[in-house]
């Protein structure tokens, strides 16, 4: 594995193959977490997903997203979808021009949608390129009452595992009765005036370390076989 911390003469000698690319948020996680959660967890994961593919180089995290419906809390910072859906196809033609067509992105943040269709736009303008989307945490269905979203026992967990540092004692709970999709009528300031969704005070390092573990080991082989079918399809054609 390569990441930004070599020179390009050491990335030349390893011509890697494939890049990752985590992609966090800017955005506020209650009053027990740091605005900086979603990126510290999106460099993480995409880290130990790099070590485990053969020759990878691993980028460093992109730390503004589509956060738009955290903007009622101080400290958010976000870009709109378009924005990040060009910067996205930047970065891969930054790499293409050097040779590295696989690419895979590493969302951190449940909020960024256009990441799915900026990825179909991509690989289908430009039958060269393999750039598979791979989420962090969990991305769930778009819309109806959910229990766990934003800061609660799984986010929570998984940054107790990574920086527990960073997590305070004092948790609170809210499970707002509003679907999903009221994020995109009102925002969550109006759903949850903690900026919480989900039950932090159920959150364990332990748990987060397993979720972690199990998380990554599911991308890895999703990412593996899915190149693996994707290079068979081009010998094939
Ligand atoms: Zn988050």
Redesign the pocket.
Known sequence: MVTWENTFKEIEDARPDVAVLPVG?LEQ?SLHMPMG??FILAQDVARRIAERLPNAYLLPVLPFSNSQEHQDFVGTVWVRPATLAAVLEDICMSLRHHGIKKIVVVNG?GGNWILKPAVREINLNHRDMKVIFAAA?ALASGTGQQEEL??GES?CSRLMAVAPHLVKEERVDCVPVEGREFLDYVGVRKVSPTGVWGRATRATKEKGEKALEEGVARMVQYITETFKRLEEMERQT
């Open positions: 948020a996680h959660t979603d943040h945490g934003h800061a986010e």
